[in-house]
């Protein structure tokens, strides 16, 4: 271990560089996913229990409130392309709340139906928005591989590229590690050579992500190896291991943000062209989701 760590160990507070912007909103995201999962498990065992029909009072209403906000879901496509409409709120909070209803609105059909399935038009309805929602939550992860956050602007190639090369800084406080410097340069220099040798096809894309993965893990072992083995021979001090354990936190997160940022990087365009492909997909079946939900309401309503 090179002086420079010494020094820290000694005395000296590691250095703190700035990670990467944590994406609170993600964990805000992962959090109501858990609460929807969590709630369809509950309400899966409650309707069993046959309190109410999805057709009693119970039942109508929940469906009627859900139908309510499917269509809901229309507002933010007509926010967007309706001019009398484009100064009406921010469209990122226009989004947000899509991505709520689009993940609610299904949740209390599916309690209207008391989780089964009683006629066909029911079905095809069933099957239309369980289609657009799924489709939603696609649509929502190639989002944000594109943008900067949830809800911000698009991410130009260039702010990822930013971004990588404040990860960069990896390397000045990895001096003590020159072998895992040299296999995140090789990663670096391999992912370049793949995006801007028009190579990034699905395959490229992949590997990407899988060496990625896996280089993650093992420059961590990596480094784990690197900053603990002399700590034991020396026989260090439980101050010194307390310093060393801070540093080891801070290099791991430069490593795995340094890794993640040039992935990023080479698999940019690749999310793009699978967002405009999803996008293609999604709309049509949206129009699906809207005919078969009314199909359905009036077939309830007539028979």
Known sequence: MNTSVQQNLTGHQPDRRKAPRVRSKERGWNIFLLIVTALMILGYFFTNQKFYKSGDNIGYNIGLVGGILLLA???YPLRKRVRILRNLGLLPNWFKWHMVLGIVAPMLIVFHSTFHIGSINAAMALIAMLLVSGSGIFGRFFYTKIHNGLYGRQASLNELLEDMNKSGNVKSVL???PDIESRLEKFRLYTTNISQGNKAGLWNFITIGIRAFFLSRALVKEL???MYSQAADKDYNLAQLQRLDLMYEENKKQVINYINAVRDV???HTYERLFSWWHIFHIPLVYL??????YHVIAVHMY
């Open 289 to 294: 989701l809207v005919f078969s939900g009314i």
């Open 266 to 268: 080479a698999q940019f």
């Open 175 to 177: 001096s003590f590690a």
């Open 73 to 75: 879901l229309l507002l």
């Open 224 to 226: 784990h190896y690197e």
